[in-house]
């Protein structure tokens, strides 16, 4: 989450939530949740698990361009 | 209510103690879109008074961090909680989450990014808007 939250400070073009996942069992499920921390880009599932800041920021680049 | 233990508070308090600025908390809720019922400690959670309890507490650990709390009519996903205009979170940050609300006020308190140089300039070559949901649970 931290990682998320410092692109999101960054950049005005990330946005970053947390969703506790508990709290909102539909929204897990609709996207596959089945661990955590579950990344969510752009409405896709994109990896599960904490990464390097340049593994984290490589991911988020190439999800935000399979996503358009 | 939750309390937060002494331990706790003062670890929390260290940490706010290096804010470099003013970080703003708001709090929104109203009714559930779907509502799910959690029993903890022997009685129901009510996600959005906890959560209040636990902001309020975490606001009196620092002079920079101020919360507000909005109640709304409208059904949505609540309580979301929204740190320095920026990060959001959804739902009761309780447990190990605790933690992420923390980290969250830490960052938005920060002068400078804490991301590498190398990271700033790859995001800053982002040409559409990226959306980040990071589905956490508090165990």
């Known amino acids: 989450m931290l990682l998320a939250y410092r692109c999101a400070l960054a950049s005005l073009r990330v946005s970053a939530a947390a969703v506790e996942a508990t709290e909102f069992p539909l929204a897990a499920e609709r996207h596959g949740v089945v661990s955590v921390p579950a990344i969510v880009v752009d409405g896709r599932p994109a990896w599960v698990g904490n990464i390097s800041e340049e593994l984290f920021v490589a991911r988020l680049l190439t999800a935000a361009r399979a996503a358009q | ?139």
């Open chain 2, 1 to 139: 209510m939750t309390r937060l233990a002494e331990h706790e508070r003062e670890s929390i308090r260290g940490i706010l103690g290096g804010l470099e600025r003013d970080v703003s908390l708001l709090l929104e809720f109203g009714p559930e879109e779907t509502p799910v019922t959690v029993i903890a400690g022997g009685r129901e959670i009510d996600f959005a008074a906890e959560t209040q309890a636990l902001l309020q507490q975490l606001a009196e650990l620092s002079d920079h961090v101020h919360l507000t709390v909005k109640e709304t009519e409208t059904r949505g996903n609540w309580p979301r909680t929204t740190v320095g205009g920026r990060l959001t979170y959804l739902g009761l940050p309780w447990g190990y989450e605790l933690t992420t609300i923390v980290v969250a006020i830490a960052e938005a308190g920060r002068a400078a990014s804490a991301l590498s140089p190398e990271s700033l300039e790859l995001l800053a070559g982002l040409e559409h808007d990226v959306a980040l949901e990071v589905f956490v649970t508090p165990t």
